[in-house]
């Protein structure tokens, strides 16, 4: 009898690691795997949202249990740790590659050192195989919290290009699961990389055009810079630069 090849788009990976300990639990203790596949995704992509706050790790190559450990992430570390639980609970899933423009993340970047970010930041989201079709899921980057503070802020203007969203519906974007594509950032896009199995396999082709210098400063300083940012925004301790209105719109087509 010919065995049949594992699915590669639901096995785990160095960083896809849903067989480690602290995932596999949680999976457990969400008692996702006993819901719908639609309520599945949902569940998993709420948590993943808001349970996991907006803000930026040492790296975009981290396993999706680091992610979880921080209890925070952005773009691409978000989407591993989404990826991860998806696949732990069956569900079928790709990453697609990019990269941003780095306007994108003005207001959150300190001004006295945005000159020195790199003009383009690598940038993915996630593609799961739903119901016959591949659904693009973007939209769980921002947390409501942080969102809302967004909304907010720039009430009188629905194109919005920093504070790490890039949008042109600020107001109402698509980022509830209804078995829908959703985004938040995908007016910022610049170069469009394709599909990919594995962030693993992602990262392996691409990374973050750093120089040894920036890459040790970011992750020793400027990124915890950026996150007391982020929290400071978040309870309102720190006003938003209402200049920051103007969308950069390279919109890719869905897949």
């Known amino acids: ?4 090849k594992p699915d590669p788009l639901l096995a785990p990976t160095r960083l896809l690691d849903f067989d480690a300990e602290p995932i596999a639990k949680l999976i457990q203790d969400r008692n996702w795997p006993s819901m719908t596949t639609f309520e599945r995704i949902g569940a998993i992509y709420d948590f993943v949202r808001n349970e996991i706050a907006f803000g930026y790790n040492r790296a975009d190559d981290i396993a999706a249990s680091q992610v979880l450990a921080d209890g925070f992430g952005q773009c691409n570390t978000k989407g591993t740790l989404l990826m991860a639980l998806l696949r732990g609970v069956g569900i079928r899933c790709r990453l697609h590659g990019f990269t941003i423009h780095k306007g994108l993340q003005r207001g959150v970047v300190p001004e006295l050192i945005y000159p020195l970010a790199p003009q383009e930041i ?3 989201w996630v593609e799961i195989d739903f119901e016959g079709a ?6 769980f980057i921002l947390d409501e ?7 907010a802020s720039f009430p009188s203007s ?8 890039g949008t042109d519906c ?9 078995g829908q594509d959703t985004y938040i950032q995908r007016t910022g896009i610049v170069q469009d990389f394709g599909v990919f199995d594995t962030p693993d396999s992602f990262y392996a082709a691409h990374e973050q ?5 920036k890459g040790v400063l970011y992750r020793h300083i400027i990124r915890h810079w950026m996150n007391a940012r982020v929290r400071a925004l978040r309870i309102g301790r720190l006003q938003v630069d209402a200049r920051v209105t103007h969308s950069h719109s390279k919109t890719p087509d869905a897949a």
């Open 1 to 4: 009898m010919k065995l049949q």
């Open 122 to 124: 690598l940038h993915s």
């Open 209 to 213: 055009s750093f120089g040894w210098l």
């Open 170 to 178: 600020l107001s109402a974007p698509p980022v509830t699961w209804d």
């Open 134 to 139: 591949w659904v693009n899921l973007e939209g």
């Open 145 to 151: 919290v942080f969102l809302n503070v967004l909304q």
């Open 158 to 165: 629905n194109s919005l290009c920093g504070y790490g969203a």
